[in-house]
C-alpha cells in the first residue's frame, strides 16, 4: 500500500505567520497534489506537481506557494495566514495520470 | 472553467437499499475516479472508470464519456457504506478536481 504522510497533523497559527505544511511519499510517484477541504465541502486543488523542482498552479493558488525539491517531498506554504486559510489540508500522490491517487491523512489548519 | 458537480447532496436509505449517486463535469477528461471519504476523514480510492461499465463488489460505475457523467451505484447497501462519496475528474497534465461530494447515510 502506498504511503503518504503529511506533518504536523494539526497546527494552530496566526493571522500574518509562515505556515509550512510537508508531505512526503516513498512510492516514487511523479505526481503530487495540495487539496484544501472547509467543512461539508469538497476538496478544492491548490497546487500540484508532475515533477520535481516544478509546480504548477491549481483552482485556488492565490495566497499559497508550493515546492517540490525532489521527488518525494512537496511542501505548501502560507507566507502570510489568513483567517480564511482554516481549513483541513490533503496531499496526494499517484504513480501516473491514469494510476490511483493516494492521500495522506490530512493537516487541520487554525489560523487565529 | 473545469466543473464537476455531483447529486445529490446528500441521501439517507435504509440498510439494504440500493443507492445511485450521479458526477457530472464540463469538459472532455481524461480520466474519472471515485473515492470514499470516511467519516472521520480518510479519503481512498474506489474505483477507476474513465469510460463504459467498471464492477467491485457491491459498486457499479457507468461513464458515459460524451455525455460527460458518470454513476457510481452501490447494492445491497450496508451501515459501513455511510461517508461522502467523491468524483474526481482527470485532465492534461494531470490536474485533478474534485465534485462537492454526496453524503451518504445508511439506517440500520
Known amino acids: 500500500e502506498a504511503a503518504v504522510t503529511q506533518s504536523p497533523r494539526s497546527k494552530v497559527a496566526v493571522t500574518g505567520g509562515k505556515v509550512t505544511l510537508s508531505c512526503h511519499q516513498t512510492n516514487n510517484h511523479d505526481y503530487m497534489y495540495w487539496y484544501r477541504q472547509d467543512t461539508g465541502h469538497g476538496l478544492r486543488l491548490i497546487h500540484y506537481s508532475y515533477v520535481a523542482d516544478s509546480t504548477e498552479k491549481g483552482d485556488i493558488p492565490d495566497g499559497y506557494k508550493a515546492s517540490r525539491p525532489s521527488q518525494e517531498n512537496f511542501s505548501l506554504i502560507l507566507e502570510l495566514a489568513s483567517l480564511s486559510q482554516t481549513a483541513v489540508y490533503f496531499c496526494?500522490?499517484?504513480?501516473?495520470?491514469?494510476?490511483?491517487?493516494?492521500f495522506g491523512s490530512g493537516t487541520r489548519l487554525t489560523v487565529l | 472553467g473545469q466543473q464537476v458537480q455531483q447529486s445529490p447532496a446528500s441521501l439517507v436509505l435504509q440498510e439494504g437499499e440500493n443507492a445511485e449517486l450521479q458526477c457530472n463535469f464540463s469538459s472532455t477528461a481524461t480520466q474519472l475516479q471515485w473515492f470514499y471519504q470516511s467519516p472521520g476523514g480518510s479519503l481512498v480510492s474506489l474505483l477507476s472508470n474513465p469510460s463504459g461499465t467498471k464492477h467491485t463488489g457491491r459498486l457499479t460505475s457507468t461513464t458515459v464519456t460524451k455525455e460527460r457523467r458518470s454513476s457510481l451505484h452501490i447494492s445491497s447497501s450496508q451501515t459501513t457504506d455511510s461517508g461522502t462519496y467523491l468524483c474526481a475528474i482527470g485532465y492534461n497534465q494531470g490536474k485533478l478536481i474534485f465534485g462537492q461530494g454526496t453524503k451518504l447515510s445508511i439506517k440500520p
Open positions: 496526494a500522490s499517484r504513480l501516473g495520470v491514469a494510476e490511483t491517487l493516494y
